[in-house]
Structures are given as C-alpha cells and as structure tokens.
C-alpha cells in the first residue's frame, strides 16, 4: 500500500525566505510523485509532478522538487517565498492503473 | 472554458434530504473521480470511474452513489443526507489512472 506523510502541518516564512516543505512516501513499486496546491476556495492545482528521469522536477511559479529514492522523499522548495504563496499545499504519490494518496497538507503563511 | 465545472459551488440543505452534484469535464479524458475534503483539509477519494468500470472506496456509505450519463459527466447523489457528510466535495479527472489529476473548485456542502 502506498501512504503519503507531510512534516508539519503549518509552515510559516517570511517573505523573501526559502520555502521548504517535506514529503515522505512508501511505494512497493516506482511511485510517481506530485505536488498540488490549493488556494482559499479552489480545487486543487498541479505544482510539479516526477514520473521518471531528471530527479530534479521544476514546476510553476518557481517551485522544484527532488526526487531522493533513498531517503523515499520528494520536498518541494522555492528559494524565496512571495506572499501569493500562502495557501495549502498536497504531497500525493501514485502508480499507473492506481488511484492517487494524498498527503495531509502543509499550509503556507508567509509573513510580510 | 474551464476544464472541470462542478455545480453547485454552495450547497445547504436539511438532514434526511437528497442532493446531486453535477461535474462536467471538456478535457477528453477517460476517468473521472470523487473527493471527500473534510475540515481538517484531508482529501479521501470515493469513487473513480473509468470506461464504465466503478471503483468504489469500501468506506463510502452506500448512501453515496456515482452516475455517468456519459465519458464526460460523473454526478455524485446523495441519499438521506447526515450532518456528518458536511464537505467540500471534489470532482476531477485524467487520461488515466495514476496520470495527473484536473479539479474542479469544489462543491462546499452544509448539512444543517
């Protein structure tokens, strides 16, 4: 079975400071993995996915991700944070023929 | 044109009720999902459905029942309505299972 674990359930930052947010997955076969965000009452939006090859995934507004099979982690980073930022962020993981498991969120304040 | 439209955005009703939830995706794809967002954020999926094949989370009352008039429409209905089935439910679709997933903006459901 594949799980999705999140450190940290909130995130503040100021603005202008390193965004880091952590992703933690199990997957009995390669996963393809996923970083969606949600802002105030929205549906949820594709950050950056990694299905296979460059590990270092880069997605929009300036957001990447690596791919570590080692440490099973795929954090999402942005190397400094604006306030259009703040809102929550999803870590899934997800095979092909196999539904989506989502992580619990991390929300994203940014401080002026 | 939005790729996934959801309607209603709102909806409140009275316990005991029957609702339905229409989604509608002009993306050509041939899976469709529900989602369950609680009011901690955490998003639980209920039904996928592809090429007519019904995959439903073993945990979704039976009160809760997918219908798809066609590959691009997946309505959610839901029977004698109960306070807990307050949410904001979620459609969204892919090529594919495990193939990254469109949302709609939600359906905030308020059961009083």
């Known amino acids: 079975a594949q799980s999705v674990t999140q450190l940290g359930s909130h995130v503040s930052v100021s603005e202008g400071a390193l965004v880091l947010l952590r992703c933690n997955y199990s997957?009995?076969?390669?996963?393809?993995l996923f970083w969606y965000v949600q802002y105030p009452n929205q549906g949820l939006q594709l950050l950056l996915k990694?299905?296979?090859?460059?590990?270092l995934v880069k997605g929009i507004n300036g957001f990447e991700a690596e791919f570590k099979k080692s440490e099973t982690s795929f954090h999402l980073t942005k190397p400094s944070a604006h306030m259009s930022d703040a809102a929550e962020y999803f870590c899934a993981v997800a095979n092909y023929g196999q539904n989506f498991v989502f992580g619990p969120g991390t929300r994203l304040s940014v401080l002026p | 044109d939005t790729a996934v439209s959801q309607t209603p955005k709102y909806l409140v009703t009275q316990m005991g009720n029957d609702k339905s939830i229409k989604c509608e995706q002009n993306?050509?794809?041939?899976?469709m999902y529900w989602y369950k967002q609680d009011s901690k954020k955490f998003l639980k999926i209920m039904f996928s459905?592809?090429?007519?094949?019904?995959?439903i989370n073993e945990t979704v009352p039976n009160r809760f029942s997918p219908k798809s008039p066609d590959k691009a429409h997946l309505n959610l209905h839901i029977n004698s309505l109960e306070l807990g089935d307050s949410a904001v439910y979620f459609c969204?679709?892919?090529?594919?299972?495990?193939?990254?997933?469109?949302f709609g903006s939600g359906t905030q459901l308020s059961v009083l």
């Open positions: 990694y299905t296979t090859g460059a590990t």
């Open positions: 459905y592809n090429n007519k094949e019904l995959i």
């Open positions: 997957s009995s076969v390669p996963p393809y």
């Open positions: 969204a679709s892919s090529q594919s299972m495990g193939e990254k997933l469109f």
């Open positions: 993306l050509g794809h041939d899976t």
